[in-house]
């Protein structure tokens, strides 16, 4: 199960941040913040809040699709700017005080976004176009609504970062990256930036780490 707390439990096997992988010089999410991390924070977040504080958590859907089961390892989505810092401010509190170590989680900067991104293309193009190439066969099968994919994801790579969703940045309204619209077009730009100004289905974020 892909939480926090799980990240916390193997965080003894390597050095990195709870949840990250190294790549150049950054520690960041393997994957997208997922809906089963989402859950966990609203969870612990919402033994401290009354009904009408915990609201504000929630995305910005009428029908829990988040919360079902079958979605819990693809990316929240429809949660604004605000909701991704407070998620980052609560993981960095939570993660700090189980490790004993300072750990702080936040969006990354657009330029640590693309260095990151460049390193990857770089470095495993091939498994990039392989995993591009099977979520636009999901896509295909029904083009009716936005399609999120969850995968499995047993080895120490990053994965989704040029599909899924644009992710969003440090820097309010700017989000980098393609997302699943974009994955109809076959010569999508994997890197492009994209302004936004409210919740979407295709905008979600992962997280880069410090740890002192």
Same mark, same amino acid.
């Given at each position: 199960?892909?939480?926090?707390?799980?990240?916390?439990?193997?965080?003894?096997?390597?050095?990195?941040?709870?949840?990250?992988?190294?790549?150049?010089?950054?520690?960041?999410?393997?994957?997208?913040?997922?809906?089963?991390?989402?859950?966990?924070?609203?969870?612990?977040?919402?033994?401290?809040?009354?009904?009408?504080?915990?609201?504000?958590?929630?995305?910005?859907?009428?029908?829990?699709?988040?919360?079902?089961?079958?979605?819990?390892?693809?990316?929240?989505?429809?949660?604004?700017? /605000?909701?991704?810092?407070?998620?980052?401010?609560?993981?960095?509190?939570?993660?700090?005080?189980?490790?004993?170590?300072?750990?702080?989680?936040?969006?990354?900067?657009?330029?640590?976004?693309?260095?990151?991104? /460049?390193?990857?293309?770089?470095?495993?193009?091939?498994?990039?176009?392989?995993?591009?190439?099977?979520?636009?066969?999901?896509?295909?099968?029904?083009?009716?609504?936005?399609?999120?994919?969850?995968? /499995?994801?047993?080895?120490?790579?990053?994965?989704?970062?040029?599909?899924?969703?644009?992710?969003?940045?440090?820097?309010?309204?700017?989000?980098?990256?393609?997302?699943?619209?974009?994955?109809?077009?076959?010569?999508?730009?994997?890197?492009?930036?994209?302004?936004?100004?409210?919740?979407?289905?295709?905008?979600?974020?992962?997280?880069?780490?410090?740890?002192?």
């Amino acid at each position: 199960m892909t939480t926090i707390l799980t990240f916390i439990l193997f965080f003894s096997l390597n050095d990195n941040p709870p949840g990250t992988i190294k790549i150049k010089n950054h520690f960041v999410d393997k994957t997208e913040i997922q809906n089963i991390a989402w859950l966990e924070y609203i969870y612990h977040k919402g033994k401290e809040m009354d009904s009408v504080e915990l609201q504000k958590l929630l995305p910005d859907s009428l029908n829990f699709w988040y919360s079902i089961p079958d979605n819990r390892y693809k990316p929240i989505v429809l949660i604004t700017y /605000e909701q991704a810092l407070d998620y980052c401010v609560w993981r960095s509190k939570v993660v700090s005080e189980r490790i004993g170590k300072k750990v702080t989680y936040r969006l990354p900067r657009t330029t640590e976004w693309k260095d990151i991104a /460049e390193k990857i293309i770089r470095t495993d193009i091939k498994q990039i176009d392989k995993e591009l190439e099977e979520t636009r066969k999901i896509i295909k099968k029904d083009s009716t609504q936005y399609t999120l994919v969850a995968r /499995e994801k047993p080895k120490s790579r990053i994965y989704n970062l040029f599909d899924n969703v644009t992710e969003m940045t440090f820097e309010k309204g700017i989000a980098m990256g393609s997302n699943n619209y974009d994955l109809t077009d076959p010569k999508t730009n994997l890197t492009r930036l994209i302004k936004y100004n409210s919740p979407n289905t295709y905008l979600g974020f992962r997280c880069v780490a410090e740890m002192e």
